[in-house]
């Protein structure tokens, strides 16, 4: 096997810009709800931000990245068990992709008929 086939790695000064919006945004909003944080080598320009079973975190993560509510989407998993909101904003000059999930509620409980 050649060294041609290998692709480069991927170094920690790569995921900077990452780690470096994540730490302004710490220094500016420390009381924005943790998250899965995730900085990857197959996206080093991207931060990736999930929250799980709090809709509310998502919606202060997206107020403070600025993201336009309309911009956000929605969908479900997992025998439309689970929604799955994802919205995509920039901060400090990197993509920030937002991710929830949250169980969709029981008719019962969202007032739906049995």
């Known amino acids: 096997m050649s060294a041609e086939t290998f692709t480069a790695t ?3 000064a790569d995921v900077s810009g990452p780690v470096l919006a994540l730490r302004l945004l ?3 909003h420390p009381d924005l709800p943790a998250g899965t944080i995730r ?3 197959l ?3 991207r931060l990736d931000v999930w929250l799980h079973d709090d809709l509310r975190a ?3 993560w997206r107020a ?3 993201i336009d509510p309309h911009a956000v989407t929605c969908d479900t998993q997992s025998d439309d068990r689970t929604w799955v909101l994802k919205a995509t904003g920039e901060y400090a000059g990197v993509r920030i992709e937002l991710t929830s ?3 969709v509620p029981a ?3 969202a007032g739906g008929v049995q």
């Open 10 to 12: 991927v170094t920690l």
């Open 26 to 28: 710490l220094s500016e």
């Open 39 to 41: 900085f990857s080598d």
């Open 43 to 45: 996206s080093p320009d």
């Open 58 to 60: 998502f919606e202060t």
């Open 64 to 66: 403070v990245l600025g």
């Open 101 to 103: 999930f949250s169980d």
């Open 107 to 109: 008719p019962e409980q």
